[in-house]
């Protein structure tokens, strides 16, 4: 079945780096986001990979993908405390046409000051 | 250009009372998908539609139905609501032409059922 797995919080201090781990089980995704939710907002889309890249790039934030394992990061570097949220890692099987995106159950980023 | 945009923002029901929730997506755009979020849990699939017509359908009760207008705009409808069905619903929008394969969420709409 489709699952995905995320660890539930990371506390880091301002200014570190901040890596946010998931892991999925459905080895046909074609496509891993990562959303970003602030508190009683909707999501925002910060960035995708496509299952045939290993490492996605874009400003502080670094996506890697090791299709073998099913393991998915986002890396956050100089962590700053807006970027205090929930993160969610999600997938996607473009193949069945249904744009269904299935979601982890988030995890919660401290960032300290 | 606006982003996805839904309506109400929040909003109060009685259980058994029926809501509609509707959305308008990103200009261009022709899918329409919605989730449901319960407090402290990812998004769950409710359903998606594509030019007009129903591409997937997750696990929910048949209370829960849904539709697109000519417009690409979608309603999402919910029938008999039970205390359970308090949450977060989401509407995505995605399937535009230079979009790719982003996928765009609005703000949403609360619903609390009492």
């Known amino acids: 079945g489709e699952d995905v797995e995320q660890s539930l919080f990371l506390s880091v201090r301002e200014g570190d780096s901040s890596v946010i781990n998931c892991t999925y089980t459905?080895?046909?995704?074609?496509?891993l986001y990562w959303y970003k939710q602030e508190p009683g907002a909707g999501l925002q889309l910060l960035t995708y990979?496509?299952?045939?890249?290993d490492m996605k790039q874009d400003q502080r934030l670094t996506v890697l993908l090791n299709k073998k394992d099913k393991h998915l990061s986002l890396r956050i570097a100089d962590t700053q405390t807006g970027d205090s949220a929930i993160y969610f890692c999600?997938?996607?099987?473009?193949?069945?046409?249904?744009?269904?995106?299935?979601f982890g159950q988030g995890t919660t980023l401290q960032v300290k000051p | 250009d606006a982003g996805v945009t839904q309506s109400p923002t929040h909003l109060i029901k009685t259980r058994g009372q029926h809501v509609t929730l509707r959305c308008s997506p990103i200009?261009?755009?022709?899918?329409v998908s919605w989730y449901q979020q319960v407090l402290g849990q990812g998004p769950q699939f409710i359903f998606q539609?594509?030019?007009?017509?129903?591409?997937g359908r997750g696990n929910f009760p048949d209370r829960f139905s849904a539709r697109q207008f000519p417009n690409y705009s979608s309603e999402l409808n919910v029938n008999a609501l039970l205390l359970g069905d308090s949450a977060l619903y989401l509407c995505?929008?995605?399937?535009?032409?230079?979009?790719?394969?982003?996928?765009?969420f609005g703000e949403g709409s609360w619903l609390t059922v009492v």
């Open positions: 999600a997938e996607s099987n473009r193949g069945s046409n249904t744009g269904k995106l299935i």
């Open positions: 995505a929008s995605s399937g535009g032409t230079s979009s790719g394969n982003t996928i765009y």
């Open positions: 539609y594509y030019e007009k017509e129903e591409r």
């Open positions: 459905d080895s046909s995704s074609t496509y």
């Open positions: 200009s261009g755009h022709k899918s």
């Open positions: 990979i496509f299952s045939n890249m």
